[in-house]
C-alpha cells in the first residue's frame, strides 16, 4: 500500500521495527466474491497491542510470504485482528495462500500495527473506495460516526457481490452509505462530488491506480493536504541520484558493508546478517522502514511524505539509496 500527502498534523509513525507476534486463525469468513476476512487473535487470549484507523499488519505466512492487510474491525476490541483478503489472480501468491491453505485454528506471524494512512482531523469527510480499498476506510467511517464529524463514503465495484461488507455498511450507517456497483451504475461519477473544492473537507480514497489517479485529478483544485490516498502498486520509481557503490553503516551491528549499483539496501543488509522485516520490497508499504542516524537519503519510495523526505531521518532499504558516499543505520 502507498499513502501519500502525510498531513503536517500527524506524527510520523516511529521507524523502529516492530518484532512479530505469533496468532492464531480465529475465524475465517467470506465476506464477498473471491474476499475472505481473517479474525486473528494471540493464543493465549491475551490483549494485542493498539491501533489507529488506517493502520496495516504484516501477516508472514507458513509459505515463507509476507504480505500487509489493513486493519478493518473494531479498533475497541483489544484481543483481535480482523484483516480482508482479495484473491488476486495475478498476485504473488500470498492471498492464495491465505485463500486456500490457511485455515482456523492456524498460526500465523504478525508484524506491526503500522500506519502510515492516519486519520488527521477535519471538519467532514469524503471517503471513497474502490474494491478492496474499503478495508482502510472501515474504521475512519466508525471513528468519525463515534466523533459525531459529518461524513459520506461513496464505495465502488464491479458488482455488488464484490463488494465486501457492503451489508454491514449500508445497516449500520444508511443513507451516509453510497454504494454504486460499476455493472449497476457504470463508474463513480467524482465529478459531483469533487467538481467544487470544499474547505475543512478531507477526502480519503483507497482503491486501484486508475481510480486514484481520477480523485487525484479531479482534486487538483482543493487546498493543500485536502486529499489523502492509499494504494496497493507503486508507480515506476525515477532513477537513483548515484550510480555508483556506497557505505552502509549498521551502527548497532558494528559492521559496515558497500552497496553495488545492482543490489538494493536490504539485500545488502540481509547479506550481512541483519534481518530487517519486509513486505512488499516495492517502496509501497512502509514495513521495512528504518532510522538514518547519519548521511543523505536518496528517497525512491511511495511512503513518505515530502517534509519526511527533507528530515532524512528515515528510508525504506527495500527501494531507497543514497546521495552521499556514507549512510549510517540504527540497525
Same mark, same amino acid.
Given at each position: 500500500m502507498v499513502a501519500h500527502h502525510l498531513l503536517p498534523e500527524i506524527a510520523r509513525a516511529t521507524p523502529t521495527p516492530t518484532p512479530a507476534l505469533t496468532l492464531r486463525v480465529r475465524a475465517k469468513?467470506?465476506?464477498?466474491?473471491? #474476499?475472505?476476512?481473517? @479474525? $486473528?487473535?494471540?493464543?493465549?487470549?491475551?490483549?494485542l497491542p493498539?491501533?489507529?484507523?488506517g493502520a496495516h499488519v504484516d501477516l508472514v505466512l507458513a509459505d515463507g510470504t509476507t504480505r500487509q492487510y489493513s486493519l478493518c474491525g473494531d479498533r475497541w476490541d483489544p484481543y483481535t485482528y480482523r484483516v480482508a483478503v482479495l484473491r488476486e489472480t495475478a498476485g504473488r501468491g500470498g492471498s492464495a495462500y491465505v485463500h486456500d491453505r490457511l485455515a482456523v485454528g492456524d498460526p500465523v506471524g #504478525?508484524?506491526?500495527?503500522?500506519?502510515?494512512?492516519?486519520? %488527521?482531523?477535519?471538519?467532514?469527510?469524503?471517503?471513497? %473506495?474502490?474494491?478492496?480499498?474499503? @478495508?482502510? /476506510? =472501515?474504521?475512519?467511517?466508525h471513528q468519525a460516526e463515534l466523533m459525531g464529524i459529518d461524513w459520506q463514503l461513496l464505495y465502488g465495484g464491479r458488482t455488488r457481490a464484490s463488494m465486501a461488507f457492503r451489508d454491514h455498511l449500508t445497516t449500520a450507517y444508511g443513507e451516509r452509505v453510497h454504494l454504486?456497483?460499476?455493472?449497476?451504475?457504470? $463508474? =463513480?461519477? /467524482?465529478?459531483?462530488?469533487?467538481?467544487?473544492?470544499?474547505p475543512g473537507t478531507k477526502v480519503y480514497c483507497c482503491g486501484p491506480a486508475p481510480? $486514484?489517479? %481520477?480523485?487525484?485529478?479531479a482534486c487538483a483544485a482543493w487546498p493543500t493536504y485536502s486529499l489523502r490516498t492509499e494504494r496497493f502498486a507503486a508507480a515506476a520509481p525515477a532513477e537513483p541520484v548515484r550510480q555508483t557503490p556506497f557505505e552502509v553503516e549498521l551502527r548497532r551491528t558494528g559492521r559496515t558493508i558497500t552497496v553495488p549499483p545492482d543490489l538494493s539496501v536490504l539485500h545488502a543488509v540481509r547479506r550481512a546478517g541483519v534481518e530487517v522485516l519486509s513486505s512488499c520490497e516495492q517502496g509501497t508499504c512502509g514495513t521495512c522502514l528504518v532510522p538514518v542516524l547519519t548521511g543523505t537519503p536518496d528517497h525512491r519510495d511511495a511512503v513518505l511524505a515530502e517534509h519526511e523526505r527533507a528530515a532524512g531521518d528515515c528510508l525504506l532499504p527495500c527501494v531507497s539509496r543514497s546521495r552521499s558516499d556514507r549512510l549510517v543505520l540504527d540497525l
Open positions: 469468513d467470506t465476506v464477498a466474491d473471491g #474476499v475472505v476476512s481473517l @479474525t $486473528l487473535e494471540r493464543p493465549d487470549g491475551t490483549r493498539d491501533w489507529t484507523p #504478525v508484524g506491526g500495527p503500522h500506519n502510515h494512512f492516519p486519520l %488527521a482531523p477535519a471538519d467532514r469527510y469524503l471517503f471513497i %473506495a474502490g474494491g478492496i480499498g474499503i @478495508t482502510p /476506510l =472501515l474504521p475512519m467511517v454504486c456497483p460499476e455493472d449497476e451504475y457504470g $463508474l =463513480l461519477d /467524482l465529478d459531483s462530488w469533487l467538481s467544487r473544492p470544499e481510480l $486514484l489517479a %481520477a480523485v487525484e485529478s
